[in-house]
């Protein structure tokens, strides 16, 4: 025994001054000794009044800055993790603030007195670094990957511990065997956008997967609605249905339900849930609307709270000087990059666009460190062994709904998202499984001019002027703010007609009368609503219920959905060969509109006109949003057929999940090894629980 323990502790020490780990070590000591000096003496030379001091003194202070992070960094950790929620964000702010405090007021040379300019001097140090980091790496994010090593070695270590393991260990856990699988969603992304990305040479990691056989490519179709609360719906609970739009009106309560609004989403996910979610065996949910029945919910709408205490990624993504702090100062380089893109968009006069103003300010530099947060939270994850991860990322959809989804500065978001699969890519050498990754889209986005911009009045206002003498009314605002918008207690009344829109579809109630209306009441009490609609140019599409089923009507014809009979001429030929299906299905949901209305497409340019001030748009029917992507391990079988809907996906990934050992596999009428040989199956399942090491 004493033996066996000597020749550990010899293998660990050579594990610990082994040539490579001693050089990395070696590189980063002067790499953050060579960024403090920098730092410190920009922040010197820009403090007024402070008396000139020699280099060797700075260098003082960058050794005293070492060691006062040493103590109290460790302390800071502690207490951002004990507060958790808010307070782990609050505190991890002030973290590299304390520290840098400290060290200048212990500083022997007394450059800096008085605490209004030791703070100042402090906050603009740490802003200093940031950048500084940031240009060193050259905006790549090899910093952030090695504060998520070091945090996911971390966690594995004290798994050990608790199992019985050394307490004092300097050896680096070796990579997990058993399959694990990690799913990140890039919200918004559309397979004709990422497929044109990929053949310009702009996304290496995706394009690395494709080019080396590693991974395949496959778009699917949304269907109707095509947002990102249906589509998650249907593809972590296989409940698509339940989901009219992104937003909707229930007579039946007087309730307008908003799917991105934590009350609202709590609501819903009750009717979704099976206890079968695709997440439900030991899986996690990460930044999603719903939480596929996962064990554990982070940042998830459906169960609105903030990381606590158990969540490590969140901790130290808020205490360490490359995680909080950095995206924060980032974040507000985003906010003046988006105001010189939107003055470059005007001065060359670029069409279509909308303002990029107000609250889309604060969304953009959000969306880009929630996608940090979510990544160092992915990478807890991973290092504690959850069987399956589901993520989204949500940059590019942000940007690409008031820039245009095929735009530059989407495009760089779109960049900045294959950064972080890279990322996550490298992360799988210190994870407790072997991850498979699976990337796909919840729906696409199409560009045009916005209905408004078009026609000179909004849907509401076309709405109203056929319904008079009864007034129109609608949200005030797009649907995917409205989450930032509390609802208004007590409610105020609900005009007769409500329009409730999402993109370019929308859901027309009237409110007045419970259930849904016929064709035959609604011209009863409105008997200029449909054939006006229908006749508006930008409406290309009135679907209503009749005595023989749901009819869409356009400007020159109609057609029956239920048996495709068609009068005049189709007016369902512009939006593909989907387009009856997806309006049939769409007509099962339980608080579909008593009208649906889907904007006019162009038949030239597949632009279409969002009823909201939005320049990309997804919701309806028209141009790519209903094209979404799947990119997944090459060998692995797509048995769902052509993938039509989310709840498709759900089932592929489903089997997946069983062909990895994941899950249990249930029987089902599709059963894939039906008339295969016991050994032919068993031979399968160890390929597919094994492949992840050979990636």
Same mark, same amino acid.
């Given at each position: 025994?004493?033996?066996?323990?000597?020749?550990?502790?010899?293998?660990?020490?050579?594990?610990?001054?082994?040539?490579?780990?001693?050089?990395?070590?070696?590189?980063?000591?002067?790499?953050?000794?060579?960024?403090?000096?920098?730092?410190?003496?920009?922040?010197?030379?820009?403090?007024?009044?402070?008396?000139?001091?020699?280099?060797?003194?700075?260098?003082?202070?960058?050794?005293?800055?070492?060691?006062?992070?040493?103590?109290?960094?460790?302390?800071?950790?502690?207490?951002?993790?004990?507060?958790?929620?808010?307070?782990?964000?609050?505190?991890?702010?002030?973290?590299?603030?304390?520290?840098?405090?400290?060290?200048?007021?212990?500083?022997?040379?007394?450059?800096?007195?008085?605490?209004?300019?030791?703070?100042?001097?402090?906050?603009?140090?740490?802003?200093?670094?940031?950048?500084?980091?940031?240009?060193?790496?050259?905006?790549?994010?090899?910093?952030?990957?090695?504060?998520?090593?070091?945090?996911?070695?971390?966690?594995?270590?004290?798994?050990?511990?608790?199992?019985?393991?050394?307490?004092?260990?300097?050896?680096?856990?070796?990579?997990?065997?058993?399959?694990?699988?990690?799913?990140?969603?890039?919200?918004?992304?559309?397979?004709?956008?990422?497929?044109?990305?990929?053949?310009?040479?702009?996304?290496?990691?995706?394009?690395?997967?494709?080019?080396?056989?590693?991974?395949?490519?496959?778009?699917?179709?949304?269907?109707?609605?095509?947002?990102?609360?249906?589509?998650?719906?249907?593809?972590?609970?296989?409940?698509?249905?339940?989901?009219?739009?992104?937003?909707?009106?229930?007579?039946?309560?007087?309730?307008?339900?908003?799917?991105?609004?934590?009350?609202?989403?709590?609501?819903?996910?009750?009717?979704?849930?099976?206890?079968?979610?695709?997440?439900?065996?030991?899986?996690?949910?990460?930044?999603?609307?719903?939480?596929?029945?996962?064990?554990?919910?982070?940042?998830?709408?459906?169960?609105?709270?903030?990381?606590?205490?158990?969540?490590?990624?969140?901790?130290?993504?808020?205490?360490?000087?490359?995680?909080?702090?950095?995206?924060?100062?980032?974040?507000?380089?985003?906010?003046?990059?988006?105001?010189?893109?939107?003055?470059?968009?005007?001065?060359?006069?670029?069409?279509?666009?909308?303002?990029?103003?107000?609250?889309?300010?604060?969304?953009?530099?959000?969306?880009?460190?929630?996608?940090?947060?979510?990544?160092?939270?992915?990478?807890?994850?991973?290092?504690?062994?959850?069987?399956?991860?589901?993520?989204?990322?949500?940059?590019?959809?942000?940007?690409?709904?008031?820039?245009?989804?095929?735009?530059?500065?989407?495009?760089?978001?779109?960049?900045?998202?294959?950064?972080?699969?890279?990322?996550?890519?490298?992360?799988?050498?210190? @994870? #407790?499984?072997?991850? =498979?990754? $699976?990337?796909?889209?919840? /729906? %696409? !986005?199409?560009?045009?001019?916005?209905?408004?911009?078009?026609?000179?009045?909004?849907?509401?206002?076309?709405?109203?002027?056929?319904?008079?003498?009864?007034?129109?009314?609608?949200?005030?605002?797009?649907?995917?703010?409205?989450?930032?918008?509390?609802?208004?207690?007590?409610?105020?009344?609900?005009?007769?007609?409500?329009?409730?829109?999402?993109?370019?579809?929308?859901?027309?109630?009237?409110?007045?009368?419970?259930?849904?209306?016929?064709?035959?009441?609604?011209?009863?009490?409105?008997?200029?609503?449909?054939?006006?609609?229908?006749?508006?140019?930008?409406?290309?599409?009135?679907?209503?219920?009749?005595?023989?089923?749901?009819?869409?009507?356009? @400007? #020159?014809?109609?057609? =029956?959905? $239920?048996?495709?009979?068609? /009068? %005049? !001429?189709?007016?369902?030929?512009?939006?593909?060969?989907?387009?009856?299906?997806?309006?049939?299905?769409?007509?099962?949901?339980?608080?579909?509109?008593?009208?649906?209305?889907?904007?006019?497409?162009?038949?030239?340019?597949?632009?279409?006109?969002?009823?909201?001030?939005?320049?990309?748009?997804?919701?309806?029917?028209?141009?790519?949003?209903?094209?979404?992507?799947?990119?997944?391990?090459?060998?692995?079988?797509?048995?769902?057929?052509?993938?039509?809907?989310?709840?498709?996906?759900?089932?592929?990934?489903?089997?997946?999940?069983?062909?990895?050992?994941?899950?249990?596999?249930?029987?089902?009428?599709?059963?894939?090894?039906?008339?295969?040989?016991?050994?032919?199956?068993?031979? =399968?399942?160890?390929?597919?629980?094994?492949? %992840?090491?050979?990636?």
């Amino acid at each position: 025994m004493a033996v066996e323990r000597g020749g550990s502790r010899d293998a660990e020490l050579r594990a610990v001054f082994a040539w490579p780990r001693v050089l990395d070590r070696a590189k980063a000591v002067i790499r953050n000794g060579v960024t403090t000096f920098v730092v410190l003496t920009t922040t010197l030379w820009l403090m007024p009044g402070v008396r000139a001091t020699d280099v060797l003194d700075t260098m003082g202070l960058v050794v005293l800055v070492a060691v006062v992070g040493a103590v109290l960094r460790p302390l800071l950790l502690a207490g951002v993790t004990a507060l958790g929620g808010w307070g782990a964000m609050l505190l991890g702010v002030m973290a590299q603030v304390i520290v840098m405090v400290v060290a200048l007021e212990l500083d022997p040379s007394k450059r800096l007195s008085g605490w209004p300019t030791v703070g100042v001097a402090a906050v603009l140090a740490v802003v200093c670094a940031a950048i500084f980091d940031w240009m060193v790496d050259s905006g790549t994010e090899d910093t952030f990957l090695k504060e998520a090593k070091r945090l996911m070695r971390a966690i594995r270590r004290r798994q050990a511990r608790r199992a019985g393991g050394r307490w004092l260990t300097v050896r680096r856990p070796t990579p997990g065997t058993e399959a694990g699988l990690l799913v990140v969603q890039l919200d918004g992304v559309s397979e004709p956008v990422l497929r044109w990305a990929v053949r310009a040479g702009n996304l290496p990691t995706i394009g690395r997967w494709l080019r080396s056989g590693t991974h395949t490519m496959r778009g699917w179709h949304t269907g109707l609605p095509s947002t990102t609360p249906a589509s998650q719906a249907g593809i972590l609970h296989g409940a698509s249905r339940e989901i009219p739009g992104f937003r909707w009106y229930e007579k039946d309560t007087g309730k307008l339900m908003v799917s991105n609004r934590p009350r609202d989403a709590a609501v819903i996910e009750p009717r979704l849930s099976d206890g079968r979610g695709l997440l439900s065996d030991g899986g996690v949910s990460i930044g999603n609307a719903f939480s596929g029945d996962a064990a554990i919910s982070l940042l998830t709408v459906s169960h609105a709270a903030l990381p606590g205490r158990s969540a490590r990624g969140w901790a130290a993504f808020m205490a360490s000087p490359f995680g909080f702090t950095r995206a924060l100062v980032l974040g507000v380089g985003e906010v003046f990059t988006e105001l010189h893109q939107a003055r470059l968009q005007r001065r060359r006069n670029l069409q279509p666009r909308v303002s990029r103003s107000g609250a889309f300010l604060a969304l953009r530099p959000a969306s880009m460190l929630l996608r940090d947060v979510n990544v160092s939270l992915v990478a807890e994850q991973m290092a504690r062994g959850a069987p399956v991860v589901y993520c989204d990322l949500v940059d590019y959809d942000e940007v690409a709904h008031h820039a245009g989804p095929a735009r530059p500065e989407s495009m760089r978001q779109l960049e900045s998202l294959d950064r972080m699969l890279g990322v996550l890519e490298r992360l799988r050498s210190e @994870a #407790a499984r072997a991850y =498979r990754i $699976v990337v796909l889209s919840d /729906h %696409g !986005q199409s560009q045009g001019v916005t209905f408004r911009q078009r026609y000179g009045e909004t849907l509401e206002q076309a709405v109203a002027r056929f319904s008079a003498p009864d007034p129109a009314d609608a949200p005030s605002v797009p649907a995917e703010q409205e989450a930032t918008k509390e609802p208004e207690f007590p409610r105020r009344p609900v005009a007769p007609v409500l329009v409730v829109s999402s993109g370019n579809l929308a859901l027309v109630y009237l409110t007045r009368y419970a259930g849904r209306l016929d064709r035959d009441r609604i011209d009863a009490e409105y008997p200029q609503l449909v054939s006006g609609l229908a006749g508006h140019p930008g409406v290309g599409l009135v679907v209503v219920r009749e005595g023989d089923g749901p009819v869409a009507y356009g @400007a #020159a014809g109609s057609h =029956r959905l $239920v048996d495709g009979a068609v /009068h %005049g !001429q189709d007016p369902l030929l512009p939006y593909g060969p989907h387009a009856r299906a997806d309006l049939l299905r769409h007509q099962e949901s339980r608080h579909v509109g008593d009208l649906v209305l889907i904007s006019a497409v162009d038949p030239v340019t597949s632009e279409v006109s969002a009823f909201e001030e939005l320049v990309g748009s997804h919701g309806g029917l028209g141009g790519w949003q209903t094209e979404a992507m799947l990119v997944h391990p090459a060998e692995w079988q797509i048995t769902q057929g052509d993938l039509f809907g989310p709840d498709a996906v759900h089932r592929q990934l489903v089997e997946w999940l069983e062909l990895l050992g994941l899950r249990p596999r249930a029987p089902r009428q599709d059963e894939l090894t039906a008339g295969e040989p016991d050994e032919v199956v068993t031979a =399968r399942r160890r390929d597919f629980r094994t492949a %992840g090491m050979v990636d």
